[in-house]
């Protein structure tokens, strides 16, 4: 009998990997990747990343921010790989996709306690602990085998792909660096549209054809959170000029006005060759986006290295199939982590596989599972998923409107309530389960909170200066 196997080596199933193994447990990883693709990957690489490149905010008083910094203390791979592949992002940690991936490929494949095997897992197995991390994009027999288990159907939802384009072929004399809120100018390139640009373009998206998805995908629905820009665009012609294309903090520099709309492009990797379309996520059909594109001004003679694309992805109905340790409920031996559990988001996922190989080690050792502490944001975000009305259940980023008990105050005051109490609730879940964490882990996670006064300190402050003036 295997007592543990790990299903999928994404971002969930990496993490899970790293912290079963740190903590000294043998076990089988099972990726199917090279052998079998998925429609969106492209490498054998874990951890790859097939949307964005961009894991969200670092500033720890925002939601994506706070969970990086619950992450660090509990000595994410995920978040160490993100630190270690880094590229300037602005406020967003962004970073260079093959870099970030081989370091995490080269950091399991060098523990001796993980045991890779490539190959396709058709039926979840029936022996032992097992972690379902096999990701938003699980083959058709296993998810059938899921399903089985559950006795859910799945919920799906379109998760569409932004286009990449050679830097080489902008022109860089119609577009500018700028970030809208000023923290790296060198991360963002804009291209700025007149309101006759704007309308052209606009008229075109609303009307360009699409790629018409295969009978099994015809009914799924789309995530609000990752419409496709054309999608967005048909809801009104300046929907567009209020998400993605917004010109509000970035004035065109030859005029020192901001622009009717304007087109950002990030950096896709450290050398800068490479960038992405902002919120450009489509299903247009490839020479569609090659014609549309181009008529945003310093794209008319784009080169794409990649072309928006759409996949179909699945998650369980997490209020009906698992608790808020990600154990499926009706065979609490079996977890399901990632994105796959109804969470939304890189980092998010990471998290999910944290959780369910904590857990998965506590059953190893005779122990029941715990969750993380309700205040914490990842608590927040598990509770959520495991007690939301079932009827409406979509995937879910963490926000600060998960968290719970929180006391009527100031935007600023509630923020630095919630993240205060959340490190610091994290830190006393450590000593309270100290079976799963080293002395030495609990120490470093106490000296990471001894900068929280500073950086509150640093935030009231801030933002005094902002209500002043």
């Not at 994404?10 to 199917?32: H, N, P, T």
């Not at 096999?134 to 792909?161: H, K, N, Q, R, V």
């Not at 009307?207 to 665009?233: N, Q, R, W």
């Not at 100290?434 to 996670?445: D, G, L, P, Q, Y």
């Amino acid at each position: 009998m295997n007592e543990v196997i790990v299903i999928g080596a994404g971002l969930a199933g990496s993490e899970a990997a790293y912290q079963l193994a740190k903590r000294g447990v043998r076990f089988k990883l099972f990726e199917m990747r090279p052998v079998k693709l998925t429609p969106a990957h492209k490498t054998g690489l874990f951890a790859e990343l097939v949307c964005s490149n961009s894991l969200k905010s670092m500033e720890i008083f925002n939601s994506h921010g706070l969970l990086k910094a619950e992450l660090k203390r509990l000595d994410s791979l995920i978040l160490k790989a993100a630190e270690h592949a880094a590229i300037p992002g602005g406020k967003a940690l962004v970073v260079d996709r093959e870099k970030f991936s081989r370091y995490v490929t080269e950091t399991l494949r060098s523990m001796p306690e993980i045991e890779v095997i490539n190959e396709e897992i058709k039926t979840v197995p029936s022996d032992g602990i097992v972690i379902i991390a096999s990701g938003p994009l699980t083959s058709d027999a296993l998810a059938m085998s899921i399903m089985e288990i559950t006795g859910e159907e799945y919920l799906s939802f379109y998760d569409a792909l932004s286009p990449i384009v050679d830097a080489e072929s902008l022109d860089m004399s119609k577009l500018y660096f700028k970030d809208r809120y000023g923290w790296d100018d060198s991360s963002y390139l804009n291209a700025p549209m007149s309101e006759e640009e704007y309308d052209r373009f606009w008229e075109a998206l609303v009307t360009a054809e699409v790629h018409k998805p295969h009978d099994f995908e015809a009914e799924s629905k789309y995530f609000e959170g990752c419409l496709p820009i054309e999608e967005m665009a048909k809801r009104g012609r300046d929907t567009l000029r209020f998400g993605p294309l917004k010109p509000v903090g970035l004035p065109d520099p030859r005029t020192g006005k901001e622009p009717f709309a304007v087109v950002q492009l990030r950096r896709e990797n450290a050398e800068g060759t490479a960038y992405s379309l902002v919120g450009f996520q489509t299903q247009l059909t490839y020479p569609e986006q090659r014609r549309v594109f181009r008529m945003i001004p310093g794209l008319e003679k784009a080169v794409f290295l990649r072309y928006g694309a759409v996949h179909r992805n699945t998650f369980v109905n997490a209020p009906r199939v698992l608790t808020e340790t990600l154990q499926i409920k009706k065979s609490p031996k079996l977890f399901i982590a990632g994105q796959l559990s109804g969470s939304e988001g890189y980092v998010e996922a990471a998290t999910g596989g944290l959780l369910s190989s904590l857990n998965a080690f506590r059953l190893l050792k005779g122990l029941s599972p715990v969750p993380f502490h309700r205040h914490t944001i990842s608590g927040a975000l598990f509770r959520y998923m495991a007690y939301a009305n079932p009827r409406h259940f979509q995937p879910m980023n963490v926000n600060f409107g998960l968290m719970s008990d929180v006391p009527k105050m100031s935007r600023t005051r509630r923020k630095v309530f919630m993240v205060e109490r959340a490190l610091k609730s994290l830190i006393r879940w450590m000593e309270e389960h100290s079976e799963m964490f080293s002395e030495s882990e609990i120490e470093r996670a106490k000296r990471l909170n001894e900068e929280l006064p500073n950086l509150i300190k640093a935030y009231i402050e801030k933002f005094g200066r902002k209500k002043a003036r």
